[in-house]
């Protein structure tokens, strides 16, 4: 069974930074694909970024409002995902989730996030 | 980035009702295209994959269809573990973007 516990949460000033930690059990971070979601509170659901597994280049992506201000990284020794939160502004305040970017593949190959982990909350404020 | 509507935004409906949540892309998204499931202060379920692809574990009372442009999910027959929100994904183009989600609550 695969567990994912994000932690590094709280409360932050605006432009300030934060390290969220996503520790992931049952699976290894080095063969998948993982993405970050998050929740601004009583809104939907939001795409952050993800990281390609090892043998997929293990590159990121992220969407635009945080691209150039978020990065992702892994330690593999750790089996751990990281979420590097810089120029936080207040509009990044959400519950963070690190969500495994499954891939299945039945004639076409179509991706969904299958494991989620229980979120974490971020609060910009002064 | 393709947009994604769904409709209603929320809804009231009784135990035993078969309810239809609808979930329109702003451009094709083929069937690449997600449900999940969430009840307050939790994470996300997934519970439909490729638009029509009962995730492991799933009830079979629920479903979805649809292809393109135009997607549903029907739960036949609410149950009370049901009244949850529910929120939509297209997985065709990133960024990978969701609906803003559809309230079920209880009538």
């Known amino acids: 069974e695969v567990q994912l516990v994000e932690s590094g949460g709280g409360l932050v000033k605006p432009g300030g930074s934060l390290r969220l930690s996503c520790a992931s059990s049952g699976l290894s971070l080095n063969n998948a694909w993982m993405s970050w979601v998050r929740q601004a509170p009583g809104k939907g659901l939001e795409w952050v970024g993800r990281i390609k597994s090892n043998s997929d280049g293990g590159t990121t992506d992220f969407a635009a409002p945080v691209k150039g201000r978020f990065t992702i990284s892994k330690d593999g020794s750790k089996n751990t995902l990281y979420l590097q939160m810089n120029s936080l502004k207040t509009e990044d305040t959400a519950v963070y989730y690190c969500?495994?970017?499954?891939?299945?593949?039945?004639?076409?190959?179509?991706?969904?996030?299958?494991?989620w982990g229980q979120g974490t909350l971020v609060t910009v404020s002064s | 980035d393709i947009q994604m509507t769904q409709s209603p935004s929320s809804l009231s409906a009784s135990v035993g009702d078969r309810v239809a949540i609808t979930c329109r892309a702003g451009q094709s998204v083929s069937a690449f295209l997600n449900w999940y499931q969430q009840k307050p202060g939790k994470a996300p379920k997934l519970l439909i994959y490729?638009?029509?692809s009962l995730a492991s574990g799933v009830p079979s009372r629920f479903s979805g269809s649809g292809s393109g442009t135009d997607f549903t999910l029907t739960i036949s027959s609410l149950q009370p573990e049901d009244f949850a929100t529910y929120h939509c994904?297209?997985?065709?183009?990133?960024?990978?973007?969701f609906g803003q989600g559809t309230k079920v609550e209880i009538k």
């Open positions: 490729a638009a029509s």
């Open positions: 994904q297209q997985t065709s183009n990133t960024p990978w973007t």
């Open positions: 969500t495994t970017d499954h891939l299945y593949c039945s004639g076409n190959c179509y991706r969904y996030f299958d494991n």
